[in-house]
């Protein structure tokens, strides 16, 4: 058995989409929309940055707490919208743009936190870095989903191999879904987990460089579907 999949072959990770699918079918009993709970995430995940940008143990818990729920809402956006029929272009593009706030607003509040506990505009620099890194990670990925929607550019079926139930194939494939799924979208587990320990510091040297890859590896893929 794979260890990121269930025995049936169902991909178990990232852990947050556990954490999902408990909640979604609360969410879909309530008269909200998945704007709403896009609008909710977005929420969330600014006062979890105010609270890191606080420093401390204590407010990092509870800022990692908050980035969780940020992150379980992110997920259920689409789904409710799936269920309810409400997915739009509008809500689409609300979803990454919260996606990007959150972000921003997370690491550039741990870098002014960890400053203030550890002293050192290096702290201050290492979260700018991050915010950047994820700020060139929007727009590159805004403008590759702009040309495509322009029709200039598609990605063809070779850019979108992948094995059944949407699992990788390929050792290159598990190491992009390693970087993207496992270590981004579980990043508030990471983060709680190192908060627990008072070391949130630790992530912001690894933030900072993994922000760049990240947006650096879209644009890999981005060639790799122009050559084919």
């Not at 870095?129 to 590159?140: F, I, K, S």
């Not at 496992?182 to 070391?199: G, H, K, P, S, Y």
Request: hydrophobic fraction near 55%.
């Amino acid at each position: 058995m794979n260890p990121a999949t269930d025995p049936g072959g169902t991909l178990v990770l990232p852990l947050i989409r556990q954490a999902s699918r408990l909640l979604t079918p609360v969410l879909a009993r309530l008269p909200v929309t998945a704007n709403q709970i896009t609008a909710a995430s977005l929420v969330a995940g600014l006062a979890a940055s105010a609270l890191v940008a606080a420093g401390g143990r204590p407010a990092s818990l509870w800022g990692g707490i908050l980035l969780f729920v940020s992150y379980a809402l992110d997920n259920c956006d689409g789904e409710i919208a799936r269920l309810k029929n409400q997915a739009t272009r509008f809500g689409e593009r609300f979803d990454s743009f919260t996606d990007w706030a959150v972000h921003v607003a997370f690491f550039a509040g741990l870098g002014v936190g960890v400053a203030s506990m550890r002293g050192g505009d290096v702290w201050i620099w290492l979260g700018a870095a991050a915010a950047a890194g994820a700020t060139l990670n929007y727009a590159v990925q805004g403008t590759i989903e702009m040309r495509r929607a322009s029709g200039r550019h598609s990605a063809p079926p070779k850019a979108r191999v992948s094995g059944p139930r949407g699992r990788p194939v390929g050792a290159l494939q598990w190491v992009v879904f390693a970087f993207r799924e496992l270590a981004r979208a579980d990043f508030c587990f990471i983060f709680l987990a190192f908060a627990a320990f008072d070391a949130s510091w630790i992530l912001l040297p690894a933030a900072a460089v993994g922000a760049q890859a990240y947006w650096a590896m879209a644009l890999i893929r981005w060639a790799d579907e122009f050559q084919a």
